[in-house]
């Protein structure tokens, strides 16, 4: 019977399966129904989504440029571009397993990440810079009109800020702003966000892919943090205290009309380690 190692963690209450695929030990040919299978909750591992580590591209190690890449799959079995706690996962991942040192970079659909373990349990990634922001646009929900914000931080995120996110419905406005047609053919995250001082945001996020509510969302985190900077309402370092009640410090610069220098930080936990035998994606 085929066992596939693995590790289960979290980064700020984002879970991930991470496997060592250097020898390609994952049968890519059904790759996505196996994605599906093992992220399903209950019946098998159970997870936001998995990550792949893999050996860099020739060109990459020839030129010192990444010490791995990864894919990143969300638990519908969808490839995505980047996720920003999962990145941390990553980084603490191949520096436990040998892959890289404390200080790395790594290869992912949306550029090379820059990552740092700042120490045991905390991991600082540098993200790329953020594109296509929109603010203070209208978008029709069911003839209620919203006044939305957008932002591309390494995958699409739409912001909505509320006096008060305990109230909202995540799931039903988050599903309909994923699936609206203003994001049409590749659909968005949807992220509502509360102020709650100069230097801390608190969010809620409806993940495309998780098609859920999720704990954590480093990506959306970097996305309402800008976005919040943008309008006047705070300013860098912005702490964003998410749904699994943890706080991701996000850092950016802002030159004239470019963002750049966009870090978040936070902790992550590994749950456990283990192997999937092949009942876990039958």
Not at 23 to 39: A, G, H, M, N, P
Not at 103 to 132: C, H, N, S, W, Y
Not at 133 to 150: A, C, Q, S, Y
Request: proline content about 3%.
């Amino acid at each position: 019977m085929k066992k596939i190692p693995f590790l289960k963690m979290s980064g700020s209450g984002n879970d991930f399966i991470l496997i060592d695929n250097r020898s390609q030990i994952v049968d890519k040919t059904r790759l996505k129904e196996f994605i599906y299978k093992v992220c399903r909750r209950a019946v098998s591992v159970g997870a936001d989504g998995l990550i792949l580590i893999e050996d860099p591209d020739e060109e990459d190690a020839r030129r010192g440029l990444a010490h791995f890449k990864w894919h990143y799959y969300n638990a519908d079995g969808g490839e995505a571009e980047m996720c920003g706690n999962g990145s941390r996962c990553a980084a603490r991942f191949a520096y436990l397993k040998g892959i890289a040192p404390r200080k790395m970079a790594f290869r992912t659909l949306a550029g090379i990440i820059q990552a740092e373990l700042t120490d045991e349990r905390r991991v600082k990634v540098q993200l790329g810079d953020p594109k296509d922001l929109r603010l203070n646009f209208p978008l029709d929900i069911d003839g209620e009109t919203w006044k939305v914000h957008f932002i591309n931080t390494g995958v699409p995120h739409v912001v909505y800020f509320l006096d008060d996110v305990e109230g909202v419905d995540v799931v039903s406005l988050g599903r309909k702003t994923r699936y609206h047609k203003e994001f049409q053919p590749a659909g968005t995250n949807a992220n509502f966000a509360e102020v709650l001082n100069r230097n801390a945001l608190k969010l809620r996020t409806y993940e495309r892919g998780v098609e859920n509510e999720t704990l954590a969302c480093g990506t959306g985190s970097v996305a309402a943090a800008i976005i919040a900077s943008e309008l006047g309402w705070t300013v860098s370092p912005v702490d964003v205290h998410v749904r699994s009640g943890e706080i991701l410090k996000i850092y950016f610069e802002k030159t004239g009309d470019r963002i750049s220098k966009v870090f978040m930080e936070g902790d992550v936990r590994i749950i456990y380690e283990g192997e999937m035998w092949e009942e876990a994606w039958e």
